[in-house]
Protein backbone atom coordinates (compact mmCIF):
# COMPACT_ATOMS: atom_id res chain seq x y z
CA UNK A 1 0.00 0.00 0.00
CA UNK A 2 2.77 2.03 0.95
CA UNK A 3 4.17 2.67 -2.66
CA UNK A 4 0.89 4.17 -3.54
CA UNK A 5 0.83 7.23 -1.20
CA UNK A 6 2.61 9.99 -3.48
CA UNK A 7 -0.09 8.57 -6.43
CA UNK A 8 -2.70 8.21 -3.94
CA UNK A 9 -2.06 12.33 -2.87
CA UNK A 10 -2.40 13.35 -6.39
CA UNK A 11 -5.36 11.11 -6.89
CA UNK A 12 -6.66 13.63 -3.23
CA UNK A 13 -6.07 16.74 -5.23
CA UNK A 14 -7.63 16.14 -7.89
CA UNK A 15 -10.81 14.52 -6.08
CA UNK A 16 -11.35 17.56 -3.89
CA UNK A 17 -11.01 19.80 -6.50
CA UNK A 18 -13.08 18.36 -8.25
CA UNK A 19 -16.24 20.15 -8.16
CA UNK A 20 -14.65 23.38 -8.60
CA UNK A 21 -14.88 22.99 -12.43
CA UNK A 22 -18.98 23.05 -11.81
CA UNK A 23 -18.74 26.35 -9.21
CA UNK A 24 -16.56 28.03 -11.39
CA UNK A 25 -15.82 28.92 -15.33
CA UNK A 26 -14.81 25.44 -15.52
CA UNK A 27 -10.78 24.37 -16.52
CA UNK A 28 -11.47 20.74 -17.56
CA UNK A 29 -13.89 21.52 -20.53
CA UNK A 30 -11.32 23.97 -21.70
CA UNK A 31 -8.85 21.65 -22.73
CA UNK A 32 -7.27 23.80 -25.66
CA UNK A 33 -6.96 26.70 -23.17
CA UNK A 34 -5.86 24.07 -20.21
CA UNK A 35 -3.17 22.79 -22.83
CA UNK A 36 -1.28 25.93 -23.82
CA UNK A 37 -1.67 27.30 -20.27
CA UNK A 38 -0.06 24.28 -18.92
CA UNK A 39 2.22 22.36 -22.15
CA UNK A 40 5.17 25.19 -21.72
CA UNK A 41 5.75 26.03 -17.90
CA UNK A 42 5.13 21.84 -17.77
CA UNK A 43 8.44 21.82 -20.25
CA UNK A 44 10.24 24.27 -17.98
CA UNK A 45 9.18 22.17 -14.50
CA UNK A 46 10.72 18.80 -16.04
CA UNK A 47 14.14 20.08 -17.24
CA UNK A 48 14.43 21.85 -14.05
CA UNK A 49 13.06 19.07 -12.15
CA UNK A 50 15.76 16.27 -14.31
CA UNK A 51 18.18 18.53 -13.67
CA UNK A 52 18.14 18.22 -9.90
CA UNK A 53 17.64 14.44 -10.38
CA UNK A 54 20.80 14.23 -11.96
CA UNK A 55 22.73 16.36 -9.91
CA UNK A 56 21.57 14.39 -6.61
CA UNK A 57 19.46 17.93 -5.26
CA UNK A 58 16.73 15.83 -4.45
CA UNK A 59 15.60 12.00 -5.05
CA UNK A 60 12.24 10.08 -4.31
CA UNK A 61 11.76 7.10 -1.71
CA UNK A 62 11.31 4.19 -3.38
CA UNK A 63 9.05 2.84 -0.50
CA UNK A 64 6.58 5.72 -1.28
CA UNK A 65 6.23 5.61 -4.98
CA UNK A 66 4.63 3.03 -7.62
CA UNK A 67 8.08 1.68 -9.52
CA UNK A 68 6.74 3.31 -12.82
CA UNK A 69 8.91 5.65 -14.44
CA UNK A 70 9.06 8.18 -17.03
CA UNK A 71 12.25 9.27 -18.07
CA UNK A 72 14.44 10.53 -15.31
CA UNK A 73 11.77 10.80 -12.81
CA UNK A 74 9.22 8.87 -11.24
CA UNK A 75 5.75 8.72 -12.81
CA UNK A 76 4.15 10.74 -9.65
CA UNK A 77 6.43 13.27 -10.01
CA UNK A 78 5.27 13.73 -13.87
CA UNK A 79 1.75 13.98 -12.63
CA UNK A 80 2.65 16.61 -9.83
CA UNK A 81 3.54 19.40 -12.69
CA UNK A 82 0.31 18.52 -14.55
CA UNK A 83 -1.69 17.97 -11.36
CA UNK A 84 -0.94 21.11 -8.82
CA UNK A 85 -1.62 23.61 -11.86
CA UNK A 86 -4.80 22.19 -12.20
CA UNK A 87 -5.96 22.72 -8.88
CA UNK A 88 -4.14 26.08 -9.23
CA UNK A 89 -6.35 26.93 -11.85
CA UNK A 90 -9.50 25.41 -10.40
CA UNK A 91 -9.07 27.76 -7.22
CA UNK A 92 -8.47 30.83 -9.24
CA UNK A 93 -11.78 30.19 -11.58
CA UNK A 94 -14.04 29.74 -8.52
CA UNK A 95 -11.98 32.98 -7.09
CA UNK A 96 -12.87 34.99 -9.62
CA UNK A 97 -16.77 33.56 -10.32
CA UNK A 98 -17.18 33.97 -6.74
CA UNK A 99 -16.56 37.78 -6.36
CA UNK A 100 -17.82 38.46 -9.71
CA UNK A 101 -21.52 36.99 -8.20
CA UNK A 102 -20.77 38.90 -5.13
CA UNK A 103 -19.91 42.45 -7.14
CA UNK A 104 -23.78 41.45 -9.23
CA UNK A 105 -25.58 41.15 -5.66
CA UNK A 106 -24.10 43.90 -4.52
CA UNK A 107 -24.66 45.96 -7.38
CA UNK A 108 -28.04 44.88 -8.03
CA UNK A 109 -28.94 45.64 -4.01
CA UNK A 110 -27.31 49.39 -4.41
CA UNK A 111 -29.56 49.53 -7.59
CA UNK A 112 -32.52 48.54 -5.62
CA UNK A 113 -32.02 50.82 -2.51
CA UNK A 114 -31.65 54.08 -5.02
CA UNK A 115 -35.34 53.86 -6.12
CA UNK B 1 24.56 24.60 2.09
CA UNK B 2 27.27 24.95 -0.17
CA UNK B 3 25.82 23.99 -3.46
CA UNK B 4 22.38 26.20 -3.70
CA UNK B 5 21.23 23.81 -6.15
CA UNK B 6 17.79 24.15 -5.16
CA UNK B 7 17.44 27.98 -3.39
CA UNK B 8 19.07 29.60 -6.03
CA UNK B 9 16.90 28.38 -8.98
CA UNK B 10 13.94 28.42 -6.74
CA UNK B 11 14.65 32.28 -6.05
CA UNK B 12 15.71 32.89 -9.82
CA UNK B 13 11.99 31.35 -10.69
CA UNK B 14 10.37 34.01 -9.48
CA UNK B 15 12.23 36.45 -10.51
CA UNK B 16 11.82 35.21 -14.10
CA UNK B 17 8.23 34.74 -13.62
CA UNK B 18 8.00 38.21 -12.17
CA UNK B 19 9.87 39.72 -15.41
CA UNK B 20 7.48 37.21 -17.35
CA UNK B 21 4.67 39.26 -16.63
CA UNK B 22 6.05 42.84 -16.13
CA UNK B 23 7.63 43.00 -20.11
CA UNK B 24 5.86 40.50 -22.15
CA UNK B 25 2.48 38.66 -20.87
CA UNK B 26 1.22 42.42 -19.05
CA UNK B 27 -1.91 40.67 -17.52
CA UNK B 28 -2.27 42.74 -14.67
CA UNK B 29 -3.28 39.36 -12.80
CA UNK B 30 -1.06 40.48 -9.72
CA UNK B 31 -3.44 43.49 -9.57
CA UNK B 32 -6.48 40.81 -8.99
CA UNK B 33 -7.69 40.57 -5.59
CA UNK B 34 -8.86 36.80 -6.65
CA UNK B 35 -5.31 35.98 -7.94
CA UNK B 36 -4.09 36.97 -4.18
CA UNK B 37 -6.87 34.84 -2.50
CA UNK B 38 -6.50 32.00 -4.52
CA UNK B 39 -2.71 31.81 -3.92
CA UNK B 40 -3.75 32.21 -0.39
CA UNK B 41 -6.13 29.23 -0.98
CA UNK B 42 -3.38 27.65 -2.98
CA UNK B 43 -0.73 27.97 0.32
CA UNK B 44 -2.85 26.63 2.99
CA UNK B 45 -3.09 23.34 0.73
CA UNK B 46 0.40 23.25 -0.55
CA UNK B 47 1.43 23.21 3.22
CA UNK B 48 -0.75 19.69 3.80
CA UNK B 49 0.74 18.13 0.82
CA UNK B 50 3.92 19.46 0.78
CA UNK B 51 4.18 18.90 4.49
CA UNK B 52 3.07 15.16 3.86
CA UNK B 53 5.62 14.98 0.67
CA UNK B 54 8.78 15.80 2.80
CA UNK B 55 7.88 14.72 6.17
CA UNK B 56 11.93 13.66 7.67
CA UNK B 57 9.69 10.77 9.74
CA UNK B 58 8.24 9.34 6.72
CA UNK B 59 9.82 11.22 3.87
CA UNK B 60 8.73 10.96 -0.18
CA UNK B 61 10.80 13.65 -1.37
CA UNK B 62 14.29 13.44 -0.25
CA UNK B 63 16.30 16.80 -0.09
CA UNK B 64 20.26 16.48 -0.61
CA UNK B 65 21.16 19.30 2.23
CA UNK B 66 24.05 20.48 0.43
CA UNK B 67 21.40 21.99 -2.11
CA UNK B 68 19.51 24.10 0.17
CA UNK B 69 19.67 26.62 2.57
CA UNK B 70 18.34 24.29 5.14
CA UNK B 71 15.63 26.05 6.67
CA UNK B 72 12.56 24.09 7.07
CA UNK B 73 9.20 25.55 8.08
CA UNK B 74 6.05 24.44 8.84
CA UNK B 75 7.00 21.43 9.39
CA UNK B 76 9.84 19.71 7.84
CA UNK B 77 8.98 21.77 4.27
CA UNK B 78 12.28 23.41 2.86
CA UNK B 79 11.27 26.88 1.93
CA UNK B 80 12.50 26.68 -1.02
CA UNK B 81 9.41 24.71 -2.03
CA UNK B 82 7.30 27.79 -1.25
CA UNK B 83 8.92 29.91 -4.37
CA UNK B 84 8.97 26.68 -6.42
CA UNK B 85 5.20 26.34 -5.77
CA UNK B 86 4.93 30.07 -6.41
CA UNK B 87 6.76 30.13 -9.61
CA UNK B 88 4.53 26.69 -11.44
CA UNK B 89 1.46 27.78 -10.30
CA UNK B 90 1.99 31.73 -10.90
CA UNK B 91 3.09 30.70 -14.44
CA UNK B 92 0.18 29.01 -15.45
CA UNK B 93 -2.46 31.15 -13.80
CA UNK B 94 -0.63 33.94 -16.18
CA UNK B 95 -0.54 31.96 -19.40
CA UNK B 96 -4.37 31.20 -18.58
CA UNK B 97 -5.56 34.53 -18.16
CA UNK B 98 -3.65 35.86 -21.02
CA UNK B 99 -5.68 33.74 -23.67
CA UNK B 100 -8.77 35.06 -21.68
CA UNK B 101 -8.05 38.48 -22.42
CA UNK B 102 -8.34 40.25 -25.90
CA UNK B 103 -5.61 40.77 -28.45
CA UNK B 104 -4.08 44.25 -28.12
CA UNK B 105 -4.66 46.43 -30.73
CA UNK B 106 -1.87 46.19 -33.54
CA UNK B 107 -2.66 42.38 -33.59
CA UNK B 108 -5.78 41.56 -36.25
CA UNK B 109 -9.20 40.49 -34.59
Not at chain 1, 43 to 56: C, S
Amino acid sequence: MDKWQYLLLLGGCLLITLPLEFLGGGVYRQPRRLFRSLAPVLAVFLVWDAIAIVADVWHYNPRYVSGINVPFMPLEEFLFFIVIPICGLLTYTTVSASLRRLRQLRDKAAQRSRR
Amino acid sequence: MTGLGYTLPAVLSVIVVCVLESKVLRTGLFRKPAYWISMAIVLGFQVLVDGWLTKLSAPIVLYNERHHSGLRFPWDIPVEDFLFGWSLVTAVLLLWVKQGQPRQNGSKR
